[in-house]
């Protein structure tokens, strides 16, 4: 097994098992399942917590102390338990990437199939919308070095000044 492929995934649920044709995206990797309490505690460099973790704050105050691992980046919500939890991992050295910005994805596609009927028009500002989150994780992530900050406070800033944007043009262009 190459350790740099690794990821620790929580196990399936015989509800959502997958059909024996299923392959494993990144050349067949060897994946393992572990719970979730157990996440990050061997050896891997990388964990994905994703959907299939049933419950938020995987992150928390009993499973930083255990993790080994260099990069958490996966899709499930609400990862860390507390704020102070992206802290935690940020003076432990281990990257962090938000899972809201991860997750962006998914809402971009509902938010552009609810505005545009036209299905080549869609796919392709999807496309443009989605690979700009790589942007994006890359500017939270350089910040995050610069400044010394966790880079789940990094992703909040971000989110709270472009609320901050639209909400003044909102203010300035929509008629009340």
Request: aromatic content about 4%; hydrophobic content about 30%.
């Amino acid at each position: 097994m190459n350790i740099n492929n690794t990821f620790i995934l929580p196990p399936v649920p015989a509800s959502k098992s997958r059909p024996r044709n299923h392959r494993v995206r990144g050349g067949g990797q060897h994946v393992k399942g572990s719970p979730p309490e157990e996440k990050g505690s061997r050896s891997s460099r990388k964990i994905n917590p994703h959907g299939l973790i049933q419950r938020g704050g995987i992150i928390n105050d009993d499973t930083i102390p255990r993790f080994k691992c260099k990069i958490i980046a996966g899709s499930a919500n609400n990862q860390l338990l507390e704020p102070q939890h992206g802290e935690m991992l940020h003076e432990r050295g281990i990257l962090y990437a938000p899972d809201y910005v991860i997750n962006a994805g998914g809402l971009i596609q509902v938010a552009d199939e609810l505005e545009y009927k036209d299905a080549s028009m869609r796919r392709e500002r999807v496309l443009m919308k989605t690979e700009a989150i790589y942007d994006i994780l890359l500017r939270i992530f350089t910040r995050s070095k610069e400044q010394n900050i966790p880079t789940s406070e990094v992703a909040d800033r971000l989110a709270e000044e472009r609320i901050e944007v639209i909400g003044k043009i909102k203010t300035n262009y929509v008629k009340r």
